[in-house]
C-alpha cells in the first residue's frame, strides 16, 4: 500500500507541474499571444519534466535508434509525396573560417600539386558542437547521472565506441519537416534573446500555417537568430538567447516527434533553471532519444515557406559515419 501511495505521489507531481508550464495562467501579451518571458523553474520541476518524457526501453532494451524508429516506410511516402516542384533548399548554414564567438572555426587549408597534370586538395579541421556550426548532435552527446539515452553507461564514449554513437543514423532521415516560424507568429524579423517559446506558441503556430505536427515529423525552430547576428552584432550567447522552454517537452513527446531542430542550441538561454543550463536538450536527446539538429539557417526556406504559404515540405538529411562520434556536420535539405 505504501509503495502505490508514493507511486501516486510522483505521478500526481509529475502531472501537475508539466500541468502548471503548459496549460497554466499566462500573460497575455499585446498581440493576444501569451507572455513569452521566461519562467523560473526549480530543479524538482525540470527533473519531474524529464521523468515524464522517457522513452526508455520503449523500442527495447538495446534500441540505439531512440525516436528515428517513429519515421517509417510509412512516414517516408508519406514525405516523398510532399514534393511537387522539385527544387530543394539547403537549411545549414555555410562554414565559419574566422573566430566566431566562442566557438572555434573551421579551419581549411587547400593544397595544390602544381604539375602539368595536376589538381588540388583540401584539408579539414572542425570541432562542430557550439554556436556556429550547423551539426547533428548524436543521442550519446549528453548524459544524465552518467547515464546515455535507454540507460546506457557513459564509460565507453571517450574510448570512441559505445552505445547511441552517430553511426546509428548513418542510413540518414528521410520525413516530414515542419518549419515553425516564430518571426511570422510574432510578425517580427527576429526573436529577441529574452523570448521564450511555450507549447501555446507552438499551437499557435500550427493554427496560423493550417498544419498539425504529428508522429515521424521533423521539427524545426525558427527564431531569425542569424537575421539577429547580422543586425544587432555578437552577444552573449548562454545569456540572451530565444528558444524553447523546458515546457514544450511534453509537447514534443506527445507528438511523437522524431528529430528537432533550431537555428541556435534548441533552449531558452538561461533557461529558467539555476541547476540546469539546457534542459530541453537534455530531454530530448537522453530521455526522448531524439537527435537535436543545431545552429541550422532557415533564412532562405522561410522565404520560400512565406512565398508558398506552406510550411511542410521533406527534409533529408545525413550524418557522417563515425564510429563513437558524439555527433557530425550536416547540409539538412528541404524539398518541395
Known amino acids: 500500500m505504501l509503495k502505490k501511495s508514493i507511486q501516486k505521489n510522483v505521478i500526481a507531481f509529475i502531472v501537475a507541474t508539466v500541468a502548471t508550464f503548459q496549460f497554466g495562467p499566462a500573460s497575455i501579451a499585446a498581440d493576444g499571444l501569451p507572455s513569452t518571458t521566461t519562467r523560473m523553474v526549480s530543479d524538482a520541476e525540470v527533473e519531474a519534466m524529464l521523468a515524464a518524457v522517457s522513452n526508455w526501453g520503449r523500442w527495447g532494451e ?23 516542384e522539385g527544387f530543394s533548399v539547403s537549411m545549414a548554414h555555410d562554414l565559419i573560417k574566422e573566430p566566431f564567438d566562442t566557438s572555434k572555426p ?24 557550439g554556436f556556429a556550426h550547423t551539426h547533428m548532435d548524436g543521442l ?62 507552438l ?22 537568430r542569424w537575421t539577429r547576428r547580422e543586425k544587432e552584432g555578437p552577444w552573449e550567447i548562454s545569456r540572451n538567447s530565444s528558444g524553447l522552454h523546458v515546457s514544450c517537452l511534453k509537447w514534443l513527446h506527445d507528438r511523437d516527434v522524431a528529430i528537432v531542430g533550431s537555428d541556435l542550441a534548441l533552449d531558452v538561454m538561461p533557461s529558467g533553471s539555476r541547476k540546469y543550463e539546457l534542459p530541453v536538450h537534455l530531454g530530448v536527446v537522453v530521455q526522448m532519444g531524439s537527435c537535436i539538429l543545431d545552429c541550422l539557417d532557415f533564412r532562405d526556406i522561410a522565404a520560400e515557406c512565406r512565398k508558398q504559404k506552406r510550411w511542410e515540405f521533406l527534409l533529408t538529411v545525413a550524418p557522417l559515419r563515425v564510429e563513437g562520434g558524439t555527433g557530425s556536420p550536416v547540409n539538412p535539405v528541404g524539398t518541395f
Open 62 to 84: 538495446e534500441d540505439e535508434l531512440g525516436t528515428l524508429n517513429l519515421i517509417t516506410p510509412e512516414k517516408r511516402r508519406q514525405a516523398a509525396a510532399l514534393v511537387n
Open 106 to 129: 573551421f579551419e581549411h587549408e587547400i593544397t595544390i600539386n602544381d604539375k602539368e597534370v595536376g589538381g588540388a586538395g583540401d584539408r579539414y579541421s572542425i570541432e562542430y558542437h
Open 140 to 201: 550519446n552527446h549528453i548524459f544524465w547521472k552518467r547515464k546515455l539515452y535507454n540507460g546506457f553507461g557513459v564509460e565507453a564514449v571517450a574510448a570512441g565506441k559505445g552505445r547511441a554513437s552517430i553511426i546509428n543514423v548513418k542510413h540518414g532521415v528521410f520525413t516530414r519537416g515542419v518549419l515553425m516560424d516564430m518571426p511570422a507568429l510574432f510578425g517580427v524579423r527576429f526573436l529577441n534573446g529574452d523570448q521564450a517559446i511555450y507549447p501555446s506558441h
Open 203 to 224: 499551437e499557435a503556430w500550427e493554427k496560423q500555417a493550417g498544419l498539425k505536427v504529428g508522429a515521424g515529423d521533423a521539427v524545426l525552430i525558427n527564431t531569425g
